[in-house]
């Protein structure tokens, strides 16, 4: 290609510039945390689906962080694994890379939504108890579920960023510093003014990020206040630990996406940000499973049950 050509056929994913030998061990560990990923999550709608008694609101909003959980990870790290490989070739057409991007902000959106949804779910189970049944209905579930999935699948900001993206010239070099098509690393290797897509991109940002956020935020403090008028240390002990779960993944999620997105970048070198990349494309996927099992009386009795029935069987 040469220096002056605008039409880009294909980028090179640099990924981590580490010796053979440390990324063919990143390589086996990641790949070890993407199986746990996928084992984790699927375990979880496995249980979901056998147990009747993990049929309600809770559980169906958490099958559906689940399956966005499985294809996050799914979007953006089997690429990382077979370039942390033995394949020299590290490199992904522009269509399939235009594709990442979309997808990958996709189910950003999907899942910030879904985390919504969860915490509306328990602050109406602690501070409308009586209503719960009423309010949580299972057609309303459905509406917010296939809203939440709507939205980010065929949203309009996934949409807006990736024709922004469109519109820019790529004159050389096609190196993206990162181990995906990160949106703002692809961004780096524009010969034109990006000032248009770094304000969209921080708009969609406080859209997407703060104001799910605040609404999380404001749930829960009502949560906490209804905790706190609980009289039984029992009652207060059983009220916070549905909760309590839910809330480290919203702060796992929420707090790296912000720091990656929102923080100024002068803070954030390009390999600190391929780590909270990271973090959140893997880490935070694989510990969803563990801090939902972990701390979840009903999950651990579901999974005893099933386990049970398997034995008997």
Known sequence: MTENQTWVTEFILLGFPLSLRIQMLLSGLFSLLYVFTLLGNRAILGLIWLDSRLHTPMYFFLSHLAIVDISYASNNVPKMLTNLGLNKRKTISFVLCTMQ?????????TECLILVMMSYDRYVAICHPLQYSVIMRWGVCTVLAVTSWACGQKGVLALVHVVLILRLPFCGPHEINHFFCEILSVLKLAC???WLNQVVIFAASVFILVGPLCLVLVSYSRI?????????????RKAFSTCSSHFCVVGLFFGSA???YMAPKSRHP??????LSLFYSLFNLMLNPLIYSLRNAEVKGALKRVLWKQRSK
Do not use: N, P
């Open 192 to 194: 034109a003014d990006t």
């Open 270 to 275: 390009e390999e600190q940000q391929k780590v």
């Open 101 to 109: 991007t979309f997808l990958y902000m996709a189910f950003a959106h």
């Open 258 to 260: 912000i720091v990656m």
């Open 224 to 236: 906490l206040a209804a905790i706190l008028r609980i009289q039984s240390g029992e009652g207060r």
